[in-house]
């Protein structure tokens, strides 16, 4: 009787030490596969882990330059590249406004909404400060911001601002594709042309119609915008000089004859666009999205043999040849794209935010290109629109894997 239980004492004592080897086996494995993925969406766990609070205070030090600007009657000064940039500075208040919650930021905010307002033109349309023209790109920017101010305050008068700016894409609307009207005639790029599809698609999604000629221009678009993709190489054109009738705006435009950096950087821009709204698109177009998500790694991989590696941006013309403001864009870019395809491009997104804070100014500007000086506005904006977005973003992944660790 007594070897009877001791035998079975022994056997016992065996089981529990294999489950309890098993258990740390478990343990310790899947501890592993924690730090290395998020099992609930596939994001890289290895993302850049950045001290956000540096890069805030780079944002504050940029505002008080902003706000050295402000001036009644543009509501900042009137430069090259105004409006937009009135777009850019509210989505820097938007953002901080969504870190901080405080009136200051919540008023500044609607100060820039008041002058994109004030500065548009009877048919909701803005004029551009370099052609003298219309734009359809800011219609496109200006209609997402107050569709985002509306999702954050829920102010229905950023609603109807953002109806009548998008409604009114169809001024620019010619041949199934946008155009961009000057004093020199019409021209067409690929990237409004996407963007405003995006937006569309997000509009759509927000207010839970989608007409049907909006519905149709955006297809257009999407199909319009692809016609300069090269799905072999996933190299996507910035315009469609292969239409000779544009040729004749080359000394005027920014416009290249062959697919080099400039154009690569545009690409880059476009996934951001697609990847921020892509829930949206996938609910109203989701054939589109299903053609263009699966080309989305291709691309960036074409956009990196045209990347300046070294810190992480983009030729982008003579007068920034290391722009500095393309950084804000590709680290935010490729964070997306890290968490979209659980992909490591943490040198890049760390270069990246390494050279806007190398190259701030104690006036708080960024220069135009790395290792020059040259305070402008326009080309320092981008930074303040792109960078607090993707703090944002870093800080809301966080706090959702620890609440997904939460025992």
Same mark, same amino acid.
């Given at each position: 009787m007594n070897n009877k239980l001791a035998n079975i004492r022994c056997k016992i004592i065996i089981c529990a030490l294999v489950i309890l080897i098993i258990s740390l086996y478990l343990a310790v494995n899947i501890n592993k596969s924690d730090s290395v993925y998020n099992v609930d969406n596939n994001v890289s766990m290895n993302s850049t882990i950045i001290d956000t609070s540096r890069y805030w205070n780079s944002i504050h030090l940029y505002e008080k330059f902003i706000v050295s600007l402000e001036n009644n009657k543009y509501g900042y000064e009137y430069n090259e590249g105004y409006p937009l940039y009135l777009g850019t500075i509210a989505s820097m208040y938007l953002e901080l406004y969504r870190k901080y919650r405080t009136d200051y930021y919540r008023n500044k905010l609607e100060r820039v909404l008041r002058y994109i307002i004030q500065v548009k033109n009877a048919d909701w349309t803005w004029n551009m400060s370099s052609f003298a023209g219309t734009n359809s790109l800011y219609n496109s920017f200006f209609g997402k911001i107050f569709l985002d101010v509306y999702r954050e305050t829920n102010n229905k008068i950023y609603l109807d601002y953002a109806e009548k700016t998008i409604k009114s894409l169809d001024k620019f609307y010619v041949k199934q594709r946008l155009v961009t009207k000057t004093n020199n005639g019409e021209y067409e790029t690929y990237n409004p042309n996407?963007?405003?599809?995006?937006?569309?698609?997000?509009?759509?999604?927000?207010?839970?119609?989608?007409?049907?000629?909006?519905?149709?221009?955006?297809?257009?678009?999407?199909?319009?915008?692809?016609?300069?993709?090269?799905?072999?190489?996933?190299?996507?054109?910035?315009?469609?000089?292969?239409?000779?009738?544009?040729?004749?705006?080359?000394?005027?435009?920014?416009?290249?004859?062959?697919?080099?950096?400039?154009? %690569?950087?545009?690409?880059?821009?476009?996934?951001?666009?697609?990847?921020?709204?892509?829930?949206?698109?996938?609910?109203?177009?989701?054939?589109?999205?299903?053609?263009?998500?699966?080309?989305?790694?291709?691309?960036?991989?074409?956009?990196?043999?045209?990347?300046?590696?070294?810190?992480?941006?983009?030729?982008?013309?003579?007068?920034?040849?290391?722009?500095?403001?393309?950084?804000?864009?590709?680290?935010? %870019?490729?964070?997306?794209?890290?968490?979209?395809?659980?992909?490591?491009?943490?040198?890049?997104?760390?270069?990246?935010?390494?050279?806007?804070?190398?190259?701030?100014?104690?006036?708080?500007?960024?220069?135009?290109?790395?290792?020059?000086?040259?305070?402008?506005?326009?080309?320092?904006?981008?930074?303040?629109?792109k960078l607090p977005r993707l703090l944002n973003e870093m800080e809301t992944s966080r706090c959702s894997r620890c609440h997904d660790n939460r025992p």
């Open positions: 996407f963007f405003a599809f995006t937006t569309i698609a997000y509009y759509c999604d927000l207010t839970s119609e989608c007409p049907e000629n909006l519905y149709n221009m955006a297809v257009n678009l999407f199909k319009h915008s692809l016609r300069g993709y090269h799905g072999s190489s996933g190299l996507w054109d910035y315009d469609s000089l292969s239409n000779t009738k544009y040729r004749k705006y080359l000394k005027k435009l920014p416009h290249q004859l062959f697919y080099n950096s400039h154009d %690569a950087f545009y690409s880059m821009i476009l996934l951001s666009s697609f990847l921020e709204n892509k829930k949206s698109i996938k609910k109203i177009f989701p054939d589109l999205y299903d053609i263009f998500y699966s080309e989305i790694p291709k691309i960036s991989n074409g956009v990196k043999k045209y990347m300046l590696t070294d810190i992480a941006t983009f030729n982008y013309d003579s007068e920034a040849p290391r722009c500095v403001e393309c950084c804000a864009d590709t680290a935010l %870019a490729f964070y997306l794209i890290d968490k979209e395809f659980g992909t490591n491009n943490n040198p890049i997104i760390s270069n990246a935010l390494a050279v806007i804070i190398k190259n701030q100014d104690n006036s708080g500007v960024y220069y135009k290109s790395d290792g020059e000086n040259g305070v402008l506005l326009w080309y320092s904006d981008n930074i303040a629109d």
